[in-house]
């Protein structure tokens, strides 16, 4: 773990990230520690990866360059990783020189124990938030987990969906208000109301509505962890 948490302040360094956002990072970690899909990658796969689609060795699903911001997204981190997924299938001589490169000069991904301990104490949190009344950031992570458990229909999606982004966008308003000199927090407000103009997804606003949507469905199964975990795995 102390091996990913360098890794991601690395790739902030190598996307010229302007302020390092601790929560953020958090965030980061969390999903491709506990994704089983990217979770076998060793840490110098997952910097090699961004390495390579910043000096346009890499392409999009669409065969295009990467469009990368000085931002940690992990949106534009999984894509970037799939991509490299790709091209370790189709280049396989190519990709196994590099990976015996990288075990050489990087320290090895997690061990299945390590990745389920991860994934635990993750859990434990957010049952003790749950169980609290509280809707913590992260629990947007366990969406994909929980989803076809979900009743809620689209009306509702899109009503929470919208007033989840008045509230962002009036935070972010209230932030340029109290901090009126940070850049990061003044790029922060006009992409959103940019997206919200253009009708876009706003990627922000859907991790909080998946957070919403997630508690709203772990709230009735928080009797003890187990119920819990049982809510969770048993899909």
Same mark, same amino acid.
């Given at each position: 773990?102390?091996?990913?948490?360098?890794?991601? !302040? @690395?790739?902030?360094?190598?996307? $010229?990230?302007?302020?390092?956002?601790?929560?953020?990072?958090?965030?980061?970690?969390? *999903?491709?520690?506990? !994704?089983?899909?990217?979770?076998?990658?060793?840490?110098?796969?997952?910097?090699?990866?961004?390495?390579?689609?910043?000096?346009?060795?890499?392409? +999009?699903?669409?065969?295009?360059?990467?469009?990368?911001?000085?931002?940690?997204?992990?949106? !534009?981190?999984?894509?970037?990783?799939?991509?490299?997924? =790709?091209?370790?299938?189709?280049?396989?001589?190519?990709?196994?020189?590099?990976? %015996?490169?990288?075990?050489?000069?990087?320290?090895?991904?997690?061990?299945?124990? %390590?990745?389920?301990?991860?994934?635990?104490?993750?859990?434990?949190?957010? *049952? &003790? @938030?749950? =169980?609290?009344?509280?809707?913590?950031?992260?629990?947007?992570?366990?969406? @994909?987990?929980?989803? +076809?458990?979900? !009743? *809620?229909?689209? %009306?509702?999606?899109?009503?929470?969906?919208?007033? $989840? &982004?008045?509230?962002?966008? $009036?935070?972010?308003?209230? %932030?340029?208000?109290?901090?009126?000199?940070?850049?990061?927090?003044?790029?922060?407000?006009?992409?959103?109301?940019?997206?919200?103009?253009?009708?876009?997804?706003?990627?922000?606003?859907?991790?909080?509505?998946?957070?919403?949507?997630?508690? @709203?469905?772990?709230?009735?199964?928080?009797?003890?962890?187990?119920? *819990?975990?049982?809510?969770?795995?048993?899909?």
């Amino acid at each position: 773990m102390e091996t990913k948490a360098k890794l991601a !302040t @690395d790739i902030m360094r190598l996307l $010229q990230v302007r302020e390092h956002n601790e929560e953020m990072a958090k965030d980061w970690l969390l *999903f491709f520690t506990t !994704t089983p899909r990217y979770n076998q990658l060793r840490p110098g796969e997952i910097y090699q990866a961004h390495k390579m689609a910043m000096s346009r060795e890499l392409y +999009d699903a669409d065969e295009k360059q990467f469009n990368l911001i000085p931002d940690l997204s992990i949106n !534009t981190s999984a894509k970037i990783l799939e991509a490299y997924i =790709k091209y370790k299938k189709n280049n396989p001589e190519l990709a196994k020189a590099t990976e %015996e490169l990288l075990k050489l000069n990087a320290p090895s991904g997690p061990s299945p124990e %390590e990745i389920e301990k991860t994934r635990e104490e993750f859990l434990k949190m957010i *049952f &003790e @938030d749950v =169980k609290s009344g509280k809707i913590p950031e992260e629990a947007w992570l366990l969406y @994909d987990d929980v989803k +076809d458990k979900l !009743t *809620f229909t689209e %009306e509702q999606r899109e009503n929470i969906y919208r007033n $989840q &982004e008045h509230l962002y966008i $009036q935070e972010l308003k209230r %932030e340029k208000a109290a901090n009126p000199r940070n850049r990061s927090v003044l790029e922060s407000l006009e992409n959103a109301l940019r997206i919200k103009e253009s009708k876009k997804y706003n990627g922000v606003v859907g991790k909080r509505c998946k957070s919403i949507v997630v508690c @709203d469905y772990l709230k009735n199964h928080v009797k003890d962890y187990e119920t *819990f975990k049982s809510a969770i795995n048993e899909i």
